[in-house]
T-cell receptor
Framework: GAVVSQHPSRVICKSGTSVKIECRSL??????MFWYRQFPKKSLMLMAT?????????EQGVEKDKFLINHASLTLSTLTVTSAHPEDSSFYIC???????????FGSGTRLTVV | QQQVKQSPQSLIVQKGGISIINCAYE??????FPWYQQFPGKGPALLIAIRPDVSEKKEGRFTISFNKSAKQFSLHIMDSQPGDSATYFCAAYTNAGKSTFGDGTTLTVKP
């Protein structure tokens, strides 16, 4: 149990376009999901907390208008990278914790390459 | 973000040996301390975790030791295997779910 599915696993887009990444909790409901960014050989950095039915909470230094988060249902959160530029290229990962579950489960990540 | 310091940055261990990775934290509001294993191109996978009211937790070959007064915790991998070669991250969470990760340790287990 406690599976988080993330799509797509890889995406290449042109500079200036927008890309949407989906994070789904497959066998549990998640009122809160977390989005992370990871650079090659680096640690995970929390970008934002996605809250079902309300606005996301962004960490300091993360551009809200660049990284749009929508958590419209208890099983789906989306991260849209708007007007993507090469510096947005990174590995994006979501995470959630089922109610009553001890740990946080991560999705398999999305490798975004902006060309 | 509050800092979690992880060491060493890289570690090479012979098959069958013990791998030890250490982390230190600053914020006493953290109340959940997991260790994650990550393979290239994959998301982190939870290995083992501990809460501050416990000093040690063991699951199979993996053990967490936790020292609340020193604000330190460590991961011990017994009988290390080549399949354990991966990057390991410690993390610390508040009860609201906000997390801070260590910088990671690249473990190589030589056959």
């Amino acid at each position: 149990g406690a599976v988080v599915s993330q799509h797509p696993s890889r995406v290449i887009c042109k500079s200036g376009t927008s890309v949407k990444i989906e994070c789904r909790s497959l066998d549990f409901q998640a009122t809160t999901m977390f989005w992370y960014r990871q650079f090659p050989k680096k640690s995970l950095m929390l970008m934002a907390t996605s809250n079902e039915g309300s606005k996301a909470t962004y960490e300091q230094g993360v551009e809200k208008d660049k990284f749009l988060i929508n958590h419209a249902s208890l099983t789906l959160s989306t991260l849209t990278v708007t007007s993507a530029h090469p510096e947005d290229s990174s590995f994006y990962i979501c995470s959630a914790r089922p109610t009553g579950y001890y740990g946080y489960t991560f999705g398999s990540g999305t490798r975004l390459t902006v060309v | 973000q509050q800092q979690v310091k992880q060491s060493p940055q890289s570690l090479i261990v012979q098959k069958g040996g013990i791998s030890i990775i250490n982390c230190a934290y600053e914020n006493t509001a953290f109340d959940y301390f997991p260790w994650y294993q990550q393979f290239p191109g994959k998301g982190p996978a939870l290995l083992i975790a501990i809460r501050p009211d416990v000093s040690e937790k063991k699951e199979g070959r993996f053990t967490i030791s936790f020292n609340k007064s020193a604000k330190q915790f460590s991961l011990h991998i017994m009988d290390s295997q080549p399949g354990d070669s991966a990057t390991y991250f410690c993390a610390a969470y508040t009860n609201a779910g906000k997390s801070t990760f260590g910088d990671g340790t690249t473990l190589t287990v030589k056959p």
